[in-house]
């Protein structure tokens, strides 16, 4: 069956010796572009394979985008062909932040057609801190012959938002913190606030106390009051730039609720354009 939202650091653990299995650590600094790339080299989980927000996991950002746009298609399928992922392939993807980042190559994959993919649960702070291994040697894998095809259903641009926010047909989720969305952080983006009519959804809010995911149960107690409003399509979800925001489309799946789609552009690309409505407050 596979594992395709999430699995524990027991499940891994297990299963480190399975051939077909490919691990990505996912970890990223904002601020440094290298720094992800340097705590993979001091140690990461044996066997992973390092994927780069901003030179595998996303296209490079233009005057109008926001900072994290999609890779294209075909290049994103290449690149898991070098990386040696088949068809048939788990694959696991981890972060030091609770899945933060590696839920949007859990996006990705599931964006181009692969359902076997999971985010490590705790990631590797829990891994750490139960004494597993780590190692610091990465192992080529072998080219694969990946074949993919992207989902534009998954996803939707600006205009779309623009143009349905106006009308009230869609219901607009922002991952990021509560304080960002009302503006009372006015160090973290270059313009405070959020997009009129938005409804603040931190991502943090999927997480226990130990910083891993809420049950099933929990989370559908937190976002099914969404879905009772609103047809899943019609739900969209938003974050700085397009990748925190996965993170609840994750949650939501561990829910068992419907997919929903993912604004990619985010509040990075919204404000671009000085023209655009900015809110600030609850």
């Not at 594992?3 to 299963?15: A, C, F, Q, V």
């Not at 190559?105 to 985010?119: P, R």
Request: glycine residues 8%.
């Amino acid at each position: 069956m596979g594992h395709h939202t999430i699995i524990s650091t027991e499940d891994l653990s297990r299963n480190l010796d399975q051939e077909n299995w490919f691990i990505f650590d996912c970890r990223y600094l904002l601020k440094e572009p290298e720094g992800g790339l340097n705590k993979f080299r001091k140690g990461h989980i044996p066997g992973a394979q390092y994927a780069d927000m901003d030179r595998d996991l996303s296209s490079p950002m233009s005057h109008t985008s926001g900072r994290h746009p999609l890779p294209s298609a075909d290049s994103f399928v290449e690149k898991l062909c070098v990386w040696g992922v088949q068809n048939d392939s788990q694959v696991v993807c981890y972060d030091d932040l609770s899945g933060a980042f590696a839920a949007r190559m859990w996006w990705l994959l599931n964006w181009v057609g692969h359902k076997n993919v999971a985010v490590l649960d705790g990631g590797i702070k829990k891994w750490m801190a139960e004494g597993r291994v780590l190692e610091t040697v990465t192992r080529d894998r072998p080219r694969s012959s990946f074949v993919g095809q992207a989902d534009a259903a998954m996803w939707v641009d600006i205009e779309f938002v623009q143009q349905q926010l106006e009308q009230e047909e869609i219901r607009l989720l922002d991952a990021r913190s509560g304080e960002r969305f009302t503006g009372k952080d006015r160090k973290t983006d270059p313009v405070p606030g959020h997009v009129p009519g938005a409804t603040s959804c931190p991502f943090a809010g999927n997480l226990d106390q130990e910083k891993v995911f809420l049950t099933a149960a929990e989370l559908m107690r937190r976002y099914e009051p969404w879905f009772s409003e609103r047809q899943p399509e019609q739900i969209i979800n938003m974050c700085g730039s397009g990748v925190t925001a996965c993170h609840n489309i994750l949650a939501t799946r561990i829910a068992g609720l419907p997919w929903t789609r993912l604004y990619v552009g985010s509040w990075s690309e919204w404000i671009k354009d000085p023209a655009r409505p900015v809110a600030t407050g609850d």
